[in-house]
């Protein structure tokens, strides 16, 4: 028998994995440039992927993004995807994924 842990389960106890976290990103042509740290704008020495997920169409709000696995210059590497659901090109909504 397993003792009661005392927590709620079920869907209402779920919480989000790695869940993104907005970003201010500064971008040429769509393409990150720059992300802002700590007070500082951190210049991207090279995108080392991109791809795209669109997805849940049917949906009031769909899942349209484009992500982005960059280098920042120093080494650090950082997972970047732009929202194409919630803004434009120019407005639109930049988040990072936790660094792992």
Do not use: C, K
């Not at 907005?22 to 720059?34: D, F, L």
């Not at 795209?52 to 992500?67: F, L, N, P």
């Amino acid at each position: 028998m397993v003792a009661d842990a005392g927590t709620a389960s079920g869907a209402g106890a779920l919480r989000p994995l790695n869940a993104p976290q907005p970003a201010r990103v500064e971008a040429r042509a769509g393409w990150p440039a720059a992300v802002w740290e700590r007070g500082l704008w951190l210049p991207v020495d090279r995108v080392e992927d991109v791809w795209r997920i669109d997805d849940e169409w049917w949906r009031e709000v769909s899942v349209a993004r484009t992500y982005f696995e960059v280098l920042l210059e120093g080494g650090r590497r950082l997972t970047l995807f732009f929202d194409r659901a919630t803004g434009d090109r120019e407005t639109g909504r930049w988040y990072r994924q936790r660094d792992g």
